[in-house]
């Protein structure tokens, strides 16, 4: 592992370099144990702690399969799909790896009592498989979380439609948290020369989700003037919805829940911000009755700040808890797109409000190759910036996924997988210095 990491870390090591090292026979990885699925039944979630069932282990190197690289990682982040099979909710992820498992022999790899956790990297390609010529070892990459087989005809429009789509690192082995990761080639995208490692790693999942969810016609197809409402706008997700809004010409009206975190948002740019417990709204009065006079009251703070116009676009993910007060907000025809349902998936909504308004309900999940390139893209021109607030070791991945479940993180956290330390693997200081203070946004609030 050192030689890989000696070879990374002077720059200048050449394809065949590093097509000539030898790979290591194992390596270090957070994982999940499956004889400990059971360990926080009948907890309460927000009593699940992730440093209780993510482990740091030396796992063996999978074998390398056509049309797949193995890379070494140099760092990854924390997804809340992280937190999610951390704690074993809403099922365990070891059900989507037995199912994998059955497919083929070559994905029958995937079904084993360990989880290697993690759906982003930053890294460099270390060997590739047959059939591949697009990437090479040596090759410095980012991965988006798209993992599909092809083999019907469903996903050939659109590669999200596949059946057999998956979430690299969550419903797949071999993730990201790790020293080394297997992905697929068509997972991978160059990455962005003037970032660090950390920096490249932490947008990959939420940035291709949120351009997708907002930007592409396979989600809201958001348009300059749109008024866009943004949940948990200072958030993994949010944080690239609110600027993809701004870099588009929209209008985001950013929702969060403190000083610190409306902060950020003006930080990025936007105006209109709702802090909702300095507003205190109860969209739901019991377990079972939401209050549509609290969607009245949220509705009118929104139109403070818009002039009296309503949203063209509501950006959901919280699902249960603001579902009702997103689709009451929207404009007559307007779009409520959602992508989650962190507090909840059984939503209410009065539907009065979404038939006789002509409104939609928009269903997006991740974001397909070209999307998640798109994205990627964005920010290898400096035009989208990473939103990566701390960064932490791989032994503390724990402590990293607890932050982001107990909602007390900002943007993205990061963390260090081969990287000795922050701060490497820029290769363009000239167009780096030029966003600084954009990339540093999120850092240290
Ligand atoms: N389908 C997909 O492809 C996809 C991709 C990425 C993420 N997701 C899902 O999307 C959700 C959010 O992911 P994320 O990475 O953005 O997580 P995150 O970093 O935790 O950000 C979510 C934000 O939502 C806000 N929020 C949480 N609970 C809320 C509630 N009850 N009411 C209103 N706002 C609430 C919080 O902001 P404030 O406290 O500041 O309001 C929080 O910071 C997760 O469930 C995740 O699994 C889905």
């Not at 997804?79 to 083929?104: A, C, H, K, M, Q």
């Amino acid at each position: 592992m050192q030689e890989i990491l000696d070879a990374i870390l002077s720059g200048n090591a050449t394809s065949a370099d590093y097509a000539g090292l030898a790979l290591p026979e194992s390596y270090r990885a957070v994982t999940l144990h499956k004889d400990e699925e059971q360990m926080f039944a009948g907890l309460a979630s927000r009593d699940k702690d992730p440093r209780k069932s993510l482990h740091l282990d030396e796992v063996p190197l999978p074998e390398l399969g056509p049309g797949e690289a193995l890379v070494a990682v140099m760092a990854s982040s924390v997804n809340y799909n992280t937190v999610w099979s951390s704690i074993f909710e809403p099922v365990s992820t070891f059900g989507f790896l037995e199912r994998y498992g059955r497919l083929s022999p070559l994905t029958k790899r995937h079904d084993l009592p360990y989880h290697v956790l993690g759906s982003d990297l930053a890294g460099v390609v270390l060997r590739t498989g047959a059939g591949v010529n697009a990437w090479k070892p040596g090759d410095e990459v980012v991965a988006h979380c798209l993992s599909v087989e092809l083999e019907s005809p469903d996903g050939h429009n659109d590669t999200m439609m596949d059946p057999e789509q998956r979430i690299w690192g969550f419903e797949t082995n071999f993730g990201g948290l790790a020293q080394i990761a297997l992905v697929k080639t068509n997972q991978l995208l160059p990455k962005p020369k003037h970032l660090t490692w950390e920096e490249a790693a932490s947008p990959g999942l939420v940035n291709s989700t949120a351009y997708r969810q907002l930007v592409s016609r396979n989600g809201a197809g958001m348009k300059q003037g749109d008024n866009v409402l943004i949940w948990g706008a200072s958030g993994g997700l949010g944080s690239y919805a609110t600027q993809y809004a701004l870099a588009g010409g929209a209008t985001p009206i950013c929702v969060v829940s403190s000083p610190q975190k409306a902060e950020i948002c003006r930080a990025m740019g936007a105006e209109a911000i709702i802090d909702r417990n300095a507003e205190g709204y109860r969209f739901w009065k019991d377990e079972h009755n939401q209050d549509p006079r609290e969607w009245k009251r949220f509705g009118a703070k929104i139109r403070e700040f818009t002039g009296g116009e309503d949203v063209d676009i509501v950006f959901e993910h919280p699902g249960r808890e603001t579902f009702g007060a997103s689709v009451y907000v929207t404009r007559k025809g307007g779009t409520i797109v959602t992508c989650a349902s962190t507090s909840g998936y059984m939503h209410q909504y009065d539907n009065r409000y979404l038939w006789m308004s002509l409104k939609r309900i928009v269903g997006s999940h991740f974001a397909n190759y070209r999307e998640a390139f798109e994205a990627n893209r964005l920010v290898a021109k400096g035009k989208i910036h990473p939103t990566l607030s701390k960064v932490y070791s791989l032994e503390e991945t724990g402590q990293a996924a607890l932050d982001v479940h107990q909602n007390r993180h900002q943007g993205k956290v990061g963390v260090l997988c081969l990287a000795p330390q922050e701060g490497l693997g820029v290769r363009d200081q000239e167009l780096r210095a030029q966003h600084l203070t954009k990339i540093n946004a999120f850092r240290d609030i």
